[in-house]
């Protein structure tokens, strides 16, 4: 018989939980009791950590709730295994956990290893952090750099781990060529935006902060990572760009110099001098607080267009910011609107002026009263038996069917500016 100081502690407290639930219902009982207060215990951790968390730091307190569940389920597990008599069981299924001696000192470097690669890791990190005070880094790039450390140290020492547990590398090499071939088509969308994110990081084409326009978005770039470019338009738009998208478009960034040229567009009337009101453009803007003095705003003579001649006012802004370039581009508009009607400058908007052709006698304004107003219609004097008829024009217009079955109308349709008066057009 095994004397009873013999016996390890745990097997006695074993035995004894056997002896006192030793009946089914006193089984059943202890079941249900343990289910029971592993509820009321977890039920107390959750809701004491809550208070807690007030007076405390909640990440610690998370821990300790974790700490604390963990031990009570294994305490309850313990008991309901000693409860109904699987203890043996139990054991059988966890023989694979024992430990031999050389196990042990493996576990032990291998644990070793790890912490000592770890602390390189941390040592490299606060490194750059502190050299990062001296160069010109952006936040995103010392990650980066931490990460290329990381890779650089930890794949020795997975190289040293694997070859201290005696695993074939051959398996290894296999099984991960394998599963990169099966990434590779699955994922080569997503692989593609983390080179790519790479290259943004790398190259750094534009920083957090940053107006940039991608494409047609436009805005103001609030977050690099690996995987994509977040935006913030003007609009209050979040926008996330996948960097493989960023690196197939063009990106202007207008951040990146100390000025920006802007450029408005201003038509006046083909009576116009065109000289006179280039310069009072120029002058007008030369006026504006926000444009830059230098280099000095300038008017290049655009095009033609169908109702005026079109003018590209261009001028400065020594600060690149959207909202410098929205409140230069207000008041240029305004002071050259309000220096082209000082000086008599129009602005001409497109109308249409109906001609009568010369053989047809022409057409001209006349009074016509109707049963509610009088209208000033548009009429066409033409030969008749008795002498000149006049007729009204719109009632050649509304017959459109007639208009392209007989090409050769009796009037025709010009874009130009209406005549000072009516004289002018009789």
Known sequence: MVPANSIPWYWRIIRRIQVTFD???????????????????????????????????????????????????????????????????????????????????????????VAVGYAVTRLTKRSIKYGSGRVTITPHQRELAHHLVQIVVLVPVLAFIIAL????????????????IVLGFAARKTLSGILSGFVILFARPFEVGDWIRVGEREGIVTDITVY?????????????????????????????????????????????DIGTAAAVAAEAMERVEAVAPQPSPDVIRLEFADSAVILRLRYWITTPTVQEKWRAQNAVIESVKQAFEDEGIKIPFPQRELTGRAETGGFHITNTPTDNDDSRKAVRRRPGAGGDISEPVEDDLADSDDEEKHPAADFEESVTDPPADEEARR
């Open 23 to 113: 009946t089914p219902t006193a089984q059943y009982a202890a079941t249900i009791g343990a289910v029971v207060t592993f509820v009321a215990v977890s039920l107390t951790v959750y809701y004491g950590g809550r208070r807690l968390k007030a007076r405390r730091d909640p990440d610690a307190v998370e821990a300790m709730q974790s700490i604390a569940i963990a031990v009570t389920a294994i305490l309850v597990s313990a008991f309901l295994v000693a409860v109904w008599r699987t203890s043996s069981e139990v054991i059988e299924a966890l023989g694979f956990l024992s430990v031999t001696p050389e196990s042990g000192v493996k576990a032990l470097v291998t644990v070793i290893v």
């Open 165 to 180: 547990w005696g695993i074939p590398v051959s398996n290894i090499f296999l099984g991960a060529g394998v599963l990169g």
């Open 228 to 272: 994509n470019t977040q935006i913030r338009t003007f609009n209050e738009e979040h926008v996330l760009v996948p960097n493989d998208t960023v690196t197939e478009n063009e990106i202007i960034n207008y951040s990146k110099t100390d000025r920006l040229r802007i450029e408005t567009d201003v038509g006046v009337d083909y009576e116009t």
